[in-house]
């Protein structure tokens, strides 16, 4: 039963972490569809200051070419983005740096650019331009399916979780039988057999999900030899943490819950014949 | 006959600790016992003799509070049986020691674990406990098997573990189903003995039984039932002192 419990959490928490990584491909292709960055530098109070903001964002790993944004381009780019008219006088004076990014370039980069010019004493905004609106939509669709995915298989290991967790309660039979005849609460007796059930979802849970995230881990560093872990933290929030430490807390809920029912019908069972 | 027992004072010797008015009970569309009138009193030992399938079991999950009765009044320990909460029920049970013909034990525990089993859900926690238990395993026999698994027992060692578990909350009634059932003549005497003692120290013991010259040389009531019908045969005062 806890072998069941272990691979149904493992292919739960897998799902989860699939689902997060089929979002940062979409986001990675968004990224790359914009192909390029507005960097905002913060407080720039003369020239000296935005010239070194792009000499700065030159030399970052990530940037194929970086330069100050004129009226004329900033006016171009409105115009693409809003489709009005847009003139460069009425533009406001701008401390905006265009930077083409290198192919291949992932979501990461942004706080990546914004770290570079920190280390330079520049506090710098970096805005991305979203995709284009067929993009977009293309991306919310990938986005949808791998959650509506990550959930509908987290669904059915929850109901596996549960099986598993009646067939524990059903070979605890005895003991519900007795402590029935006994004169143990209901409650009582079904409780400690979801105890039991809840530890053993709980540490299937953190089994299952470990497993899958040295597996998630694994199949990154195959697909791509040469990602580094400080590059792969970049790229990584909270949220992607997320399935692998919910698996072990819902897989013990499910368990508990699942077992203890079970018991609780056992125990009416033995508890009143006829 | 005494007067009727509460739960409070159902020790006292004497006092009515079952009393069956005209109870019905069976199982699906089917009625095994009809318009039963019987008692136990506190103190004494009842028993009950019949053939098989003459509603001894049935008698039996009743008094243990297992069969609600369907029809008529069943008092025991002072609660009418019909109308328990689960709560209240689960607490009558407690003050219930039952020796069945096949006792269910958890059989993966140690024979020790299975008998201590009721002091633990009377939430009894004291050092005495385990002195307690040894004290009746050694009485039963059990001793040197007392951490082994019970799943691994013989039948009567099972049977005595069932009537040291039956025994170790020391209950106000005890219903046994063929106790002696399966041990030697030696053992059954000792279990006799016991069941005695129980009595003389204030529980009822209900014995029920294919076996009439079981009750032949003990002090208490016989009855007789037959096709889910009782009737009284004798009654002697309790605490008679028995020739054997």
């Not at chain 1, 115009?79 to 990014?101: C, K, N």
């Not at chain 1, 059903?170 to 979801?194: I, K, N, P, Q, W």
């Amino acid at each position: 039963m806890f072998w069941t419990m272990a691979f149904a959490c493992f292919a739960a928490a897998a799902a989860g972490v699939g689902g997060r990584a089929a979002h940062h491909i979409a986001e990675r292709w968004a990224f790359e569809a914009a192909g390029l960055a507005v960097v905002r530098v913060l407080a720039a109070d003369n020239l000296a200051d935005l010239g070194a903001a792009e000499r700065a964002l030159a030399a970052a790993p990530d940037v194929a070419a970086a330069r100050s944004l004129t009226a004329e381009r900033a006016a171009a780019l409105l115009q693409d983005q809003t489709g009005a008219m847009v003139s460069p006088g009425d533009l406001p004076p701008l401390r905006l740096i265009e930077v083409d990014l290198k192919p291949g370039i992932d979501p990461g980069a942004e706080r990546r650019l914004e770290r570079a010019l920190s280390d330079q004493g520049i506090a710098a905004d970096v805005l991305l331009p979203g995709p284009a609106p067929e993009t977009e939509r293309t991306i919310r669709i990938v986005r949808f399916a791998a959650t509506a995915g990550a959930a509908f298989v987290a669904a059915i290991m929850a109901a596996i979780i549960g099986l598993a967790a009646r067939a524990l309660a059903h070979r605890r039979r005895d003991y519900v039988t007795v402590m029935a005849d006994l004169g143990a609460t209901r409650a009582r007796a079904s409780g400690e057999v979801g105890q039991e059930a809840a530890r053993s979802g709980l540490w299937a849970g953190l089994l299952g999900a470990a497993a899958a995230g040295v597996a998630a881990v694994g199949g990154l560093f195959m697909m791509r030899p040469s990602e580094t872990v400080l590059h792969l933290m970049t790229t990584l929030s909270a949220i992607d943490f997320a399935p692998l430490l919910l698996v072990p807390a819902l897989a013990s809920l499910v368990a508990g819950a699942g077992a203890r029912a079970s018991a609780a019908r056992q125990f009416m069972r033995a508890a009143r014949l006829g | 006959m005494s007067q009727y027992a509460t739960p409070s004072d159902a020790d006292a010797a004497g006092a009515l600790v079952v009393r069956l008015e005209g109870v019905s009970a069976g199982y699906g569309q089917t009625t095994v016992l009809s318009n039963l009138h019987f008692e136990a009193e506190a103190g004494a030992m009842t028993f009950v003799v019949g053939p098989a399938a003459a509603g001894k079991s049935s008698l039996v999950n009743l008094l243990r509070l297992a069969l609600p009765p369907r029809g008529g009044r069943a008092e025991i320990l002072g609660a009418d049986a019909s109308r328990l909460s689960m709560a209240q029920r689960a607490r009558l049970k407690q003050r219930i020691g039952v020796i069945s013909e096949q006792p269910q034990f958890v059989e993966h525990w140690t024979t020790f674990e299975n008998v201590a089993l009721p002091m633990k859900i009377a939430g009894r926690k004291d050092s005495g406990v385990a002195d307690d238990v040894a004290e009746l395993m050694a009485y039963v026999g059990l001793n040197t098997v007392s951490d082994e698994p019970v799943g691994r027992l013989s039948a009567a060692e099972r049977r005595r573990a069932a009537i040291a578990r039956a025994l170790a909350a020391k209950p106000d009634l005890i219903v046994a189903d063929e106790p002696t059932a399966g041990l030697s003549p030696d053992a059954g005497f000792r279990v006799m003995r016991l069941l005695e003692e129980m009595s003389r120290v204030g529980a009822a013991v209900v014995i029920l039984t294919q076996s009439e010259h079981l009750a032949d040389d003990m002090p208490g009531a016989l009855w007789r039932l037959e096709h889910g019908r009782i009737e009284p045969l004798y009654q002697d005062e309790p605490y008679a002192e028995p020739n054997w």
